[in-house]
């Protein structure tokens, strides 16, 4: 994480708050992807989402999908918000860009 304020640092005069968004949204699809590969298993998957309160056909919907993991990263989003994500220690980008630049 210090490399990244340190770059943002750098960059700050530049106009980067487009291009940081994207990056931040790529970096949350790819956690949501990471999580789906360390869940390899239907039965673990089906219990780690049913933890989140999801009605239980979206719950076997998901856990039974048959799509590679970029592609259930999407469909994770519905789990995995971008506060859940930051309140595993992720810092968005993008946030840090506009406290920096505000001073």
């Known amino acids: 994480m210090q490399f990244i304020k340190g770059w943002l640092q750098y960059f700050k005069l530049a106009d980067m708050k487009g291009?940081?968004?994207?990056?931040?949204?790529?970096?949350?699809?790819r956690?949501?992807?990471?999580?789906?590969?360390?869940?390899?298993?239907?039965?673990?998957?089906?219990?780690?989402?049913?933890?989140?309160?999801?009605?239980?056909?979206?719950?076997?919907?998901?856990?039974?999908?048959?799509r590679g993991p970029w592609r259930a990263?999407?469909?994770?989003?519905?789990?995995?918000?971008d506060k859940e994500i930051a309140s595993q220690g992720y810092m968005p980008m993008t946030s840090y860009y506009l406290h920096i630049c505000e001073n």
Not at 73 to 81: G, K, P, V
Request: glycine share 2%; with cysteine; hydrophobic share 45%.
């Open 31 to 66: 956690i949501r992807a990471v999580y789906w590969k360390q869940w390899k298993k239907i039965k673990t998957r089906y219990r780690m989402i049913r933890r989140y309160n999801i009605p239980e056909w979206k719950v076997h919907e998901l856990a039974n999908c048959r």
């Open 19 to 29: 291009i940081l968004r994207d990056i931040d949204g790529w970096i949350r699809r």
């Open 73 to 81: 990263a999407l469909m994770l989003n519905q789990i995995f918000s």
